[in-house]
């Protein structure tokens, strides 16, 4: 009996809708708080700078003495505030962050004075107003948005943050993520293995992607190829926000994830996606959790995760940017892709450039190809050939996320 699979595009909805954005925050210091999500707008309470200051090492004078030769009556050092007091024909050295007085307009570098000897200098007469001179709030003023809700902090915000006197931030509570692994052939790398046994790279692989993405994830074991063990297994992982599985999700005899989840009360959004590699790939709530089954080849996981998992942890985590972004590139080399079906081909994207990755002639149980490429191809269903020279759209592994959906196939 035929089964049928959901359209791709359709899975990605279907999984982004019912990802619901986590509730939970916390107060973090700071200096902790790199590729967290913030959970609350920030707002400038505090004129970026916060006073005229100077930009440069130099003289400050009013553009109405350019020409003349000034008096220079005191030099003003970073830290010090001066209150105006120029007489004509004098102007003040002053140092680079220095507050300007409100009796000068501009700032004129030391190496573009005319000359300067014994606390006289003279600058040219087409100097220009307000040159080098940094405004109060010219960055940012009090009661403007610094950051929205949702943004991820960077190494440059920090630095904004810091400038505010912002030592302590709301952020989203980190995801709460399960890894584990099904099949009674697997053994941990720390194992002997026989010839007839495999060891578990899957797990290892998922969680040190999911690393790399700055999300956090516990590795829970190995569930047997028992229908009753796996129902009690994941009977005690209702507490995670996010349970991801690999392996036991096709048709076989001993594959009984969907079975066991079901028993847990598992509501089901979809049990195959018409997409090669990842066909069997399994997406559920079971109470607040939510469940992705991927497929047991390493290839295969590793691509859904890239494809659907990031994305959907990336909004359940409270990320405003969660759609992937692609870059457009040009075809290097003809290769074939299954028609009927999306095809998710391998590559790599340089200097504008997509090369296929082995001619598109690999299997899905393969490891080391993922390592020979940075990005993925996502083709119609309607497509058989990917002629040379065409441009294409590649989602790189290490790609930015964008707020708006793109279409990939069109």
């Known amino acids: 009996m035929s089964k049928t699979y959901l359209d791709f595009q359709d899975a990605i909805d279907k999984a982004l809708l019912n990802s619901h954005k986590t509730q939970k925050s916390e107060m973090i210091n700071l200096d902790s708080s790199l590729k967290r999500v913030l959970a609350k707008d920030i707002i400038c309470i505090k004129n970026l700078p916060s006073f005229n200051n100077s930009a440069m090492d130099g003289f400050a004078l009013k553009t109405s003495d ?35 007085p409100n009796d000068v307009d501009t700032i004129v570098p030391i190496e573009n004075v005319l000359f300067y000897q014994n606390d006289e200098v003279k600058v040219s007469r087409d100097t220009k107003i307000s040159s080098n001179l940094r405004f109060k709030g010219e960055e940012t003023k009090v009661d403007n948005l610094l950051y929205k809700s949702g943004s991820e902090i960077t190494s440059s915000m920090v630095a904004v943050l810091a400038s505010q006197g912002i030592i302590m931030i709301e952020v989203y509570k980190k995801l709460l993520i399960a890894v584990l692994s099904t099949g009674n052939e697997l053994i941990e790398p720390w194992e002997m293995a026989n010839e007839n046994e495999i060891y578990n790279c899957n797990s290892y692989a998922l969680i040190s992607l999911l690393k790399e993405k700055s999300f956090e994830a516990t590795y829970i074991g190995v569930i047997p190829d028992s229908l009753e063990e796996s129902i009690n297994f994941i009977k005690e992982l209702k507490s995670y926000d996010v349970i991801i599985t690999s392996g036991g999700i096709s048709m076989g005899d001993a594959d009984y994830m969907a079975e066991a989840f079901k028993q847990n009360e598992l509501d089901t959004l979809f049990h195959g996606v018409n997409i090669k590699p990842g066909r069997p790939i399994m997406m559920g709530l079971m109470n607040n959790t939510f469940v992705i089954c991927l497929p047991g080849n390493p290839l295969t996981a590793m691509v859904n995760m890239h494809l659907f998992v990031i ?66 191809l996502v083709t119609s269903d309607e497509s058989s050939l990917i002629d040379k020279e065409s441009y294409v759209k590649v989602i790189n592994f290490s790609t930015s996320y964008i707020q708006n959906e793109k279409n990939i196939f069109n």
């Open 66 to 100: 350019a020409g003349k030769t000034l008096k220079v009556i005191r030099t003003i050092f970073a830290g010090e505030s001066v209150k105006e007091c120029l007489n004509e024909n004098e102007c003040y050295k002053i140092m680079t962050g220095a507050q300007v």
């Open 311 to 376: 994305p959907i942890l990336r909004k359940k985590q409270g990320f405003s940017s969660y759609y992937h972004d692609f870059q457009i590139a040009k075809n290097t080399k003809e290769f074939k892709v299954k028609k009927g079906r999306v095809n998710v081909v391998l590559g790599s994207i340089s200097s504008g450039e997509f090369i296929v990755t082995r001619d598109n002639k690999y299997g899905s149980g393969m490891i080391t190809v993922l390592e020979e490429s940075n990005s993925i």
